[in-house]
């Protein structure tokens, strides 16, 4: 059997590349901790020595504030010193390799590396390089690789419905949109379906589902009011149209009659139903304003979640 190259041999998080393939323990053990890093009533979390003395860098390839903001608040709360690289104007766009600039930054003892990436499989590579060239020294965590995973965003997606809604067992899951090129999707699918999650349905028009979708476990739905029927929470996700080939959608307006979530779509789901999404939204196109800022959706608290949820992995890894 294949070693799973996010745990090291003792079973610990080595690294965080994908929730596919991490046990359910190990997902579980990731919200326990997270929960201990949310502030109660008005009390916020004050910075905790943890990662005193250790080294993270930002390694962000792909532009995105709010979750380098994020990350970066959860290391600093974890007193780690923080080293946000400007990625623009660094060596790799003036000819070196990725894997060279690792090795630089490994040379200056890095302990972890927070990584985003365009190219599906960029944080797997640096992370089996490490792993193979600096004695295990450095952690890789996935802040998004391409089409391909998103983990945090999948952590703090399962901590916000376990907050909300409690066993993860008795529930119906919808995510709805751009799924085919949502890397946020398949790792909440994947986190999901290992949680226990008795029925994931996917809405979204055939162009914007990936081929084989059902073989991950969800039932799929072309018409958004039947999809959304009688579900507990509704995962709304963003059009990617940065990842886009070729016109795969009439317009956004035409999107948005069929898809975009309204208050008499709401309604079909369960009364206390709860709404999500990972941001940023793109309002009139995949969600009506009147239900992004509505008693039900609880987006503002999945930023606040993702910060613990961060911090949490951070501290795992730094454990292992």
Do not use: W
Not at 29 to 37: E, K, Q, Y
Request: net charge neutral.
């Amino acid at each position: 059997m294949t070693r799973n190259p996010q745990l090291g041999p003792d079973g610990e998080l080595r690294h965080l590349l994908s929730i596919e393939g991490l046990p359910r323990s190990m997902i579980e053990r990731i919200l326990d901790t997270a929960t201990s890093f949310i502030g109660v009533g008005d009390r916020e979390v004050k910075k905790v020595p943890l990662l005193r003395g250790r080294s993270v860098f930002n390694l962000f390839f792909e532009s995105s504030t709010r979750t380098r903001t994020t990350f970066d608040i959860a290391a600093q709360r974890l007193s780690a010193d923080v080293f946000n690289l400007d990625i623009g104007v660094s060596s790799t766009s003036k000819g070196e390799s990725l894997l060279d600039t690792i090795d630089n930054l490994a040379a200056m003892q890095a302990d972890m590396f927070v990584v985003r990436h365009a190219q599906s499989g960029a944080p797997y590579l640096i992370a089996e390089h490490l792993d193979r060239t600096h004695a295990a020294r450095a952690s890789v965590i996935n802040a998004g690789d391409g089409r391909h995973a998103h983990p945090t965003q999948g952590l703090l997606d399962m901590y916000t419905i376990r907050h909300f809604k409690g066993d993860f067992t008795q529930l119906r899951v919808a995510i709805v949109g751009d799924i085919r090129h949502s890397r946020v999707a398949r790792s909440d699918i994947h986190a999901l379906t290992t949680l226990g999650v008795p029925e994931v349905r996917a809405i979204a028009p055939m162009t914007l589902l990936p081929p084989g979708i059902e073989q991950l476990g969800v039932r799929v739905f072309y018409d958004m009011r039947e999809g959304l029927r009688d579900v507990d929470v509704i995962i709304m996700l963003r059009l990617q149209s940065e990842r886009m080939r070729g016109a795969l959608l009439p317009s956004a307006q035409e999107y948005f009659k069929h898809y975009g979530l309204t208050a008499d779509k709401l309604a079909l789901a369960r009364p206390d139903a709860i709404v999500m999404h990972p941001g940023p939204m793109n309002r009139g196109v995949e969600i009506d304003s009147s239900v992004a800022d509505g008693s039900q959706a609880v987006i503002l608290s999945q930023v606040t979640f993702g910060i613990a949820v961060r911090m949490a992995v951070m501290s795992l890894l730094a454990q292992g």
